[in-house]
C-alpha cells in the first residue's frame, strides 16, 4: 500500500493532509523519515506519525436500524445519508465504508455496511441468492391469488424476467413477511403492484442469519459479531 494512502486509512488524516504530513517530516518508516508519499510500503512495516505507532484497522462490519427519511447513499446533496447516522471515527478512518443492499428512503429496518468489497458482494450478488426478509404493510387485505403469484414468479414491469419465488407469511390480513433473495429496484413494491396490492410501509427484519438487533432504536448501529460476518456466504 502506498504510504499516503496507509495513512489516510489508519488515522484520522484525509489523503490530503496525510500527504502534507509527509511532506514535513512528521512520518517515519522503520526508524527512517520517508518523504516520498507514493512510495510503496514494504510487508510488516512500522509507521509512526509523529512518533505514534499506526496500525491498518481491519475491515469494519456494520448494522443500522436504518430509519425513514434516510436516503441509502454515502452522499446526497439534499438529504441525510446512512453515512451521517454513523461517528467520525466510522466515517473518517473506514473511508470505503459502503452499503451492502440498499433500501429506499422510506423503507426502515436493517441496513448493513461494510469496506469489504467481497462480503458485500455476496450480500447483493443476485448468483449467491442471499435470502432478505421484508414485513410488509399493505393497502388492502392480501387475496390468495396474490400470495399465489408472489410465491411462483412475478412479471415486473419493463423487467423482462419474472422474479424468483418468494415465500409469504401472512401474518394479518394486511400485514406480510415476505422473503426474497434478489435485489431488484425496488423489488417488493413492485412485486406488490404487479400482484395487485400496494405496499404502504416496508421493513428489513433480516438478511441471510443477520437479524436486526432488536435493542438498536431507529438511527442506532453496533458492530456485527464474528459470526454475524462469517454467516454471509
Ligand atoms: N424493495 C423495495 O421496494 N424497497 C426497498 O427499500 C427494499 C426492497
Known sequence: MRLDQFIATSSPLSRKEA????????????????????KHLPAGAQVLLEGGQLTLQG?????????????????????????????????????????AG??????????LLTTDGKWSHRVTSPRVECPKTYRVNLSTPILDSTINTLETGVMLHQDPKPTKPAQVKVLEPQLIELIISEGRYHQVKRMLAAAGN??????????????????????????LTEKEIASIG
Not at 205 to 223: K, M, N, T, V
Open 19 to 38: 500527504r502534507r504530513a509527509i511532506h514535513a517530516s512528521k512520518v517515519e518508516v522503520n526508524g527512517e523519515v520517508w518523504k516520498d508519499t507514493g
Open 198 to 223: 400496494h405496499v404502504e410501509a416496508l421493513h428489513r427484519q433480516r438478511i441471510g442469519d443477520i437479524i436486526l438487533d432488536s435493542a438498536l432504536e431507529p438511527g442506532d448501529y453496533r458492530e
Open 59 to 99: 475491515e469494519r462490519y456494520i448494522m443500522l436500524n436504518k430509519p425513514a427519511g434516510i436516503v441509502s447513499a454515502t452522499q446526497d446533496s439534499e438529504h441525510p445519508t446512512a453515512l451521517d447516522l454513523l461517528p467520525a471515527e466510522l466515517t473518517e478512518v473506514a473511508r470505503n465504508l459502503h452499503i
Open 102 to 111: 440498499r433500501l429506499d428512503a422510506d423503507t426502515t429496518g436493517l441496513l
